[in-house]
Structures are given as structure tokens and as C-alpha cells.
């Protein structure tokens, strides 16, 4: 959890608000006036009461601060619970706009020093919802479409959007919108456009999935011998409908497994793109699959990330309890998580929206039809799974180098990481089913 450099890692965090001693939940009933807003403080503390800490409150609108305040901690004994409503909330939220996704942080701190730490030191935070968001509606409008033709492309334009197809790969090879570059293929072979993918650079607790299991059940094979790990792409003619391509693609890997990706591009008046993807999957699979999600590159200029969705550090689909949902402002290098062994790492979970954009603000905004997990690196999965040192192995020097490109995966499913490098899988509500998924991607400009 804190690395040899003594630095504060993403499963810190996580821990630290498991173990937390205040803990506050939702508390609203049908008896209470509809009006306010009702909350439950847990005080897990052996013998220290609640009100020995100052209280801070700040409401979310779509992850973003709108007000917030100081309040009384209620005087909550210790191993006891109490309800409670916060002073103002009620008119703060009246202010808010009709649908927004609303959220209430807490955070606890000392009100004097202490031998362990200093006054002002936060021991206890936690993230309450308060409200959904109403289901936004489409307006995406698939306006028919223009082409030009050659032997190896099809180029569309859209408004401000230019995009360009490759018949051998089956996806983008050039897309600019608003005169920036999105992405390009950078040398005739490495694609840059959206593929589906699945496979991660194994964590430390992966040991059952790359292994098939520990040494007296490793039953039906580990993940390499289904051969994901070496996927191939066959695209079939391309298929021109009035308002959109439609591109049907073979992913077969080095063995039997295997899948049939279908993506329909559609394209708006105003330059906006969808994709919707149909993937299913067929052959022999493994007992799991790591992620599901479309890999694609980004031109490098466009470094500067802003997302919506849990964070501001690193978190995964069974590690996001301690990572409240915010507006959050990095660039893809700090989205790295730099673990001693080389491995996956950099998620975000349950993003609504991600933009990427150079520093004029200049960009693309990617928009799913669920809620995504999002990882941008300079790194691809293969960088780092195969530069972490395998056991019995010659030890040898396989320094990472990141790619001037940005590597992103928008994924719909993730397999939990569970604790299996000493202790069990992840659980059954972790590990998603291998069975046919759609989703769809807007790409617009930013």
C-alpha cells in the first residue's frame, strides 16, 4: 500500500476509508418531510464521541462544487448511530437545475493536535447520493452521408468532422474534427482507430486467471492458451447504408477463441460521431476475460484529461469505495500508477464522460451509453506485462518506455482484481459474463 519511496498508493486510499471510524449513509423514511434530507453518522470509534471532530459539507452538481459549509458534528457516542440533517442543504439543493446528478461529500478532521496528528488532519470522509440524474435524451440525429472512395478508404465529412476508414483494418485511420487531429495512423500497420480488446497486463492477484488457478487446480487451461493475447483482425467489404458504414469484423486469436465485432457508424449534422458496437464471442474462451472495451490511439497533443466520473486516483470496479465521484482535472501521465512489478493500472470507474485536449482546449469528448471505465497511458498492456519479471526466470533489464501516442481503453466490463496473489478470486459479482454485449460511443468535439 505505500511503495519503497514512501508514496501513497490508490489501495491507501481505499483502505483508509474502509477502516474509517464515521461513517454516513442515507436516512430518508417515510415519515420524514419530503423536503429535507435525512442522513445516519455511524460513530465506529471505541470511546471517543463524534463531536470531538470538526464537520465539513460540500454539494455536487454533476461532479462539480456548488456549496458547502461548515456544520456541528452531531454528539453521537461511541459504537452508536445517529440521524441527522444538514443546516442549509435543503435551500442549497432547491438552487440546483431540474436533473442533475447531485452528490454530498463529508469529511471529518481534528480539532486539536494530537500525539498521532496535527489539528486539521482528516480521519473519516464519505460520498452520499442524493439524487440520479434523469435519463439524458438523445439527440443524436444520423444525417445521411457523402463519401469519397478509394482502394484502401472511405472518407466521410460531417460538419467540421472528417473521417476516414481503412477497408484492410476495419476501423479509423484519420478522424479531425474542428480542424484538430484526433487521431492518425502513425506508420502503415499500427492502428490507431477504435478495436475491440480485451485483455490487461496481468495484476498480481490475475495468478488464477493467467495461471488457470493455483498449482493443484489449474483446470482447463490459463489465459494464455486461449490465445488472447495475440489477437488478429479480418474485416469483411464494408457494407455503405444512407446514413452510416457498417463494418463487421472477425477477431480471432493465436487459438480457438474468437469473436464477431459489428459497428455501425453514424454521423450527425453538427460533426458529432457514433459508433454502436455489437461484439460476440464464440470458440473456447477462458474462465473470465479481463475488460471489454474499445483500444484506440490519440494524437499526443492532446494530454490534458478531464472526466466525470470516480476519483481523482486510480480505482477499479472492487476498489472504488474510497474515490468519490467529481469533475476531475489530470493529464495522462498522472493517470499512471507506478507499481514496483509492471501491471495494469490507471483505471477510473463509472465515468460518464471523458475529454482529451491539447492546450489550447482544443480536443474530443467521448460519451458512452453506460457508464465507462476509462484508462489513458503512454504505456499499451503489452509494454507492461511483458516487462515485469517472471518467477524462476533470468532476471534482465526491461525498462519501460512510453509511446509518444496516447493509449486509451473506453471498456463497458471489467474484471475485478479480487486478492487471489495470497487469497481468493474476485467475487461472482466481479466477474462479468463472456457473452454477447452492444454498446455505443459518441466522439464529438471539444
Known sequence: MVDPLRRVSAKLVEVGHVYRNLVVTRSQTGTDNSFAVVF????????????????????????????????????????????????????????????????????????????????????????????????????????????????????????????????????????????????????????????????????????????????????????????????????????VLANGIKIVTEVTSGKSAAFTQTALWQFAADGRVRVSVEVEPHGTLPRALPRMGLSLRLDPTLNNVTYYGRGPGENYVDRFTGSFFGLWKTDVASMYEPYVRPQDNGYRTEVRYAEFTDRAGKGVRFECSEPMFLQASHYTWEDLEFARHRANAKRHNAALVPERDILVNLDVRQLGLGGNSCGPEPMKKYVFPVEKTAWSLTISAK
Open 40 to 239: 445516519e453518522l455511524w460513530n465506529r470509534n471505541l470511546f471517543t464521541s463524534a463531536d470531538e471532530f470538526s464537520a465539513k459539507w460540500t454539494l455536487k452538481e454533476n461532479g462539480v462544487k456548488v456549496n458547502g459549509g461548515e456544520f456541528e458534528c452531531p454528539a453521537v457516542e461511541p459504537l452508536r448511530r445517529c440521524r441527522f440533517t444538514v443546516p442549509g442543504l435543503s435551500e442549497a439543493l432547491a438552487a440546483t437545475k431540474p436533473g442533475a446528478e447531485l452528490f454530498v461529500d463529508f469529511e471529518f478532521a481534528t480539532k486539536v493536535d494530537h500525539p498521532w496528528a496535527k489539528k486539521g488532519w482528516v480521519i473519516a470522509r464519505d460520498q452520499v447520493a442524493v439524487s440520479k440524474s434523469v435519463e439524458k435524451k438523445d439527440t443524436f440525429a444520423a444525417a445521411n452521408i457523402s463519401l469519397e472512395q478509394t482502394e484502401r478508404t472511405v472518407a466521410v465529412t460531417a460538419g467540421s468532422t472528417k473521417a476516414v476508414f481503412c477497408r484492410k483494418s476495419g476501423t479509423l485511420c484519420e478522424l479531425t474534427m474542428n480542424g484538430k487531429t484526433v487521431l492518425k495512423d502513425p506508420v502503415p500497420g499500427v492502428v490507431a482507430g477504435p478495436r475491440f480488446t480485451c485483455s490487461r497486463a496481468f495484476v498480481d492477484n490475475d495468478r488464477w486467471l493467467f495461471l488457470g488457478g493455483w498449482t493443484e487446480n489449474r483446470k482447463g487451461g490459463n489465459y494464455y492458451s486461449r490465445g488472447l493475447t495475440q489477437l488478429q483482425y479480418h474485416a469483411r467489404p464494408f457494407e
